[in-house]
């Protein structure tokens, strides 16, 4: 963009309101061109399209479909806010929503209604202040490249000169240096043992072009000869590693360049072998530096596929599969890996490549040298990184030291990021994007720990965004209870939107195991083992409330002639007969069935049915009845059911019992099902006979 006025700038204004809009465009309209948004999503659209031209964007906050903070996070996303400034223009002033414009990249702030001297002026500043920057960065950026350029010039030279003399091609040198290139991103991609970044891959594939600058000193009658070499040739032939280290180490000057110490590394040791039978120093394994080992398979795998004095070329295939068999050395198996992951793309450069810098080079160069630029000239000072990373240590250290899973959780993009310390006790990665479709993710929580906190996240509210719950974590491989404490991220817009959540998670399995034995002491029997009667309670009407229409059965029983057992066999043999019992019910019924003991010799029996109730009454009822050691265990029940009516337990309680006393009046030893009848017969409550009854046969159901 020309600062002479002939072409003008281009501002993006995004704003729901046409009123809005229209004013700001009267405003500017005559200075600048004016492109209009009237939502966040169009604002984005208009960004793909035309980011490269558009020198300001004035961004309103609260827009229908894409708010502007959403727009904010896109820029960022796409890194279109490194080069676009943004100034936000909202009636929201207060503090968090100033704060988190900033936090998002944005540069200044325009509260509405709109002065237009101060819109003016601002815009103004703005546009002016990041046309200098660009042109300060471009002029900072052609001098970096150009000496980029020189220094690869001038490698390439002598690269060329070793290569010309050596008799063969010097593409051979273009070659190592696109084989060197894709075999170290690849090796970046599948591990971090060697701790390499892009500024090692620049400097080693760079220097690669050095590796065989020794084969200066060699006679030519040696090099270029198109027969086997004598051994004594071969032994001068294998001098070149240490002449080309030697002439690399007698420099006078940058003996402490880092690109000069990768060109020795790979200089002296491109021809050792993994298995330590190479050449000169015989290293073994990693001994070698992986500069080296790198450019040595480069160089073997480019001998293979071209042409030379004593051989032909074999095709990529061959070339690969006698690499594999070890014909041609031995080399780290990760980076025969590597060879064989990216063998596509090494042949379809290497078809491709042309000597000197193609235009996409240059492209690529002037990207990173403006990147560098960016992030080093013109982005925070060094003062406000060490304080970054001294909160950041801080914050590990202090995670650790708790012992706590600390974790932050965000919806857009889905990201799971968990501290150092969790994720090494948990065996997982610090970082997770799409978590929810992240399968290794969801077998190290566990389906109902992650649907537990996705269920909490999304109930929670603004002024409520606290939760908690507890969950089975793996911690070191053992499963540990842990308690869950969160804290939604709600924006503080006038409606608010869920961003996420932050959290940890404590180890609490020892107090859950006490807390479960208690729980356990408080709402179970301590002498059956069965529930309590408050605690069969709370349960039934649980059932009943989650499901109001459901079909239920309710069963009241107690042991015939319990007296006798106590008054005959003391109240030791008493309770191994109430025990007897509970176990037989226990037996007689599902684990979803609540079974409970009501105090004394009664019982009760909860269920939910499909089938025939009679059938199912009949058989839970035979199934209690037999003896324990010489004591017959009779027992006599009343039923009530709620056959979809929406009975409440109280009711189904009340109507059980009525069932029971009838079954008593009637003589024991039997099953009745509730019926309205009974009624009359509950209120009066006859005195229920004492007479022992012959319960030898199988009771009937009445």
């Known amino acids: ?6 072409n003008k700038y281009k501002v993006l204004i995004v704003d729901d309101s ?9 405003i500017l309209g005559e200075e600048y061109e004016i492109i209009e948004a009237e939502d966040g999503e169009e604002a984005v659209t208009v960004l793909r399209k035309r980011n490269a031209e558009i020198s300001l964007v004035l961004l309103d906050i609260v827009m229908p479909k894409m708010d502007g903070f959403e727009v904010l996070v896109m820029m ?30 944005a540069i200044d702030f325009i509260s509405r209604p709109f002065d237009a001297v101060v819109v003016h002026r601002r815009v103004v500043n703005t546009i002016m202040l990041y046309a200098k920057q660009r042109k300060l960065v471009g002029m900072v950026t052609d001098q970096i490249y150009e000496k980029e350029k020189q220094s690869r010039l001038m490698i390439d030279i002598l690269s060329q000169i070793v290569e010309f003399r050596n008799g063969e091609s010097g593409m051979h040198v273009l070659h190592i240096h696109l084989i060197t290139e894709i075999l170290l991103k690849q090796l970046i991609q599948k591990t ?15 220097a690669s072009a050095l590796h065989d600058v020794g084969k200066i000193a060699i006679p030519g009658e040696i090099l270029n000869k198109p027969g086997k070499l004598t051994r004594d040739e071969y032994k001068t032939m294998k001098t070149h590693p240490t002449m080309g280290a030697a002439m690399l180490d007698e420099l006078p000057f940058h003996q402490d360049e880092p690109l000069l110490r990768r060109a020795y590394e790979i200089c002296r040791w491109h021809h050792e072998r993994y298995d330590g039978r190479g050449y000169p120093d015989g290293l073994k394994g990693d001994e070698i530096p992986v500069s080296a080992q790198v450019v040595a398979l480069a160089d073997v795998y480019d001998a293979l596929v071209s042409e030379r004095v004593y051989k032909k070329a074999f095709s990529h295939e061959v070339a690969v599969e006698m690499i594999l068999d070890g014909e041609c050395g031995v080399f780290n198996p990760i980076l025969l890996e590597c060879l064989v992951e990216c063998a596509e793309k090494i042949q379809d450069s290497l078809e491709s490549a042309t000597f000197g810098a193609s235009v996409s080079e240059q492209r690529e160069i002037r990207k990173i040298t403006e990147e560098m630029m960016r992030h080093e000239e013109l982005s925070a000072s060094e003062r406000t990184l060490r304080l970054l990373e001294h909160e950041r240590t801080k914050y590990q250290f202090y995670a650790s030291m708790s012992q706590e899973i600390q974790f932050e959780y965000t919806i857009n993009p889905p990201t799971l990021t968990v501290s150092e310390w969790g994720a090494s006790v948990l065996g997982m990665k610090e970082i997770v994007m799409n978590p929810a479709q992240d399968a290794a993710l969801r077998e190290q929580l566990g389906e109902e720990l992650i649907d537990n906190f996705t269920e909490m996240l999304y109930s929670s509210k603004p002024k409520n965004p606290v939760f908690r719950f507890k969950g089975m974590l793996k911690v070191n491989g053992e499963a540990r209870w842990h308690q869950i404490i969160c804290q939604a991220l709600w924006t503080s817009e006038e409606t608010p939107q869920l961003r996420g959540a932050i959290g940890k998670a404590v180890d609490i399995h020892e107090e859950h195991m006490r807390w479960l034995h208690l729980e356990q002491s408080a709402s179970h029997d301590g002498l059956t083992g069965l529930l309590n009667h408050a605690s069969a309670e709370f349960i039934v009407k649980e059932r009943l409330r989650s499901n109001p229409r459901g079909r239920f059965a309710m069963f009241v029983l107690d042991l015939d002639f319990f007296k006798s057992a106590n008054d005959e066999h003391g109240h030791i043999f008493g309770d191994n007969v109430l025990k007897y019992l509970a176990a037989r019910i226990k037996e007689s019924v599902r684990d979803e069935d609540v079974a409970a003991r009501m105090g004394g010799d009664e019982f009760m029996i909860f269920i939910s049915y499909t089938t025939d109730l009679d059938m199912v009454v009949n058989r839970i009822y035979r199934s209690l009845l037999g003896y324990y050691e010489n004591f017959k265990i009779s ?6 059911m709620s056959n979809g009516e929406n009975l409440d337990y109280e009711t189904l309680f009340h109507r059980a019992d009525e ?13 009745h099902f509730y019926d309205p009848s009974m009624e009359e017969m509950f209120a009066e409550r006859a005195p229920i006979p004492r007479t022992p009854v012959d319960n030898s046969e199988t009771p009937k159901n009445s």
């Open 1 to 6: 963009m020309s600062e002479n006025g002939q």
């Open 18 to 26: 046409e009123m809005n809009r229209s004013i700001l465009s009267d």
């Open 76 to 105: 960022n996303k796409y890194q279109w806010i490194d080069d676009i400034p943004v100034i936000m223009i909202s009636a929201e002033s207060n503090s968090s929503s100033v704060e988190r414009a900033f936090d998002l990249g």
């Open 192 to 206: 971090g043992k060697y701790h390499l970044n892009q500024e090692d891959i620049t400097l080693i594939t760079l």
């Open 635 to 640: 027992v006599s029940m009343g039923v009530s």
């Open 659 to 671: 069932a029971l006393y009838s079954v008593k009046v009637a003589g024991r030893g039997t099953y």
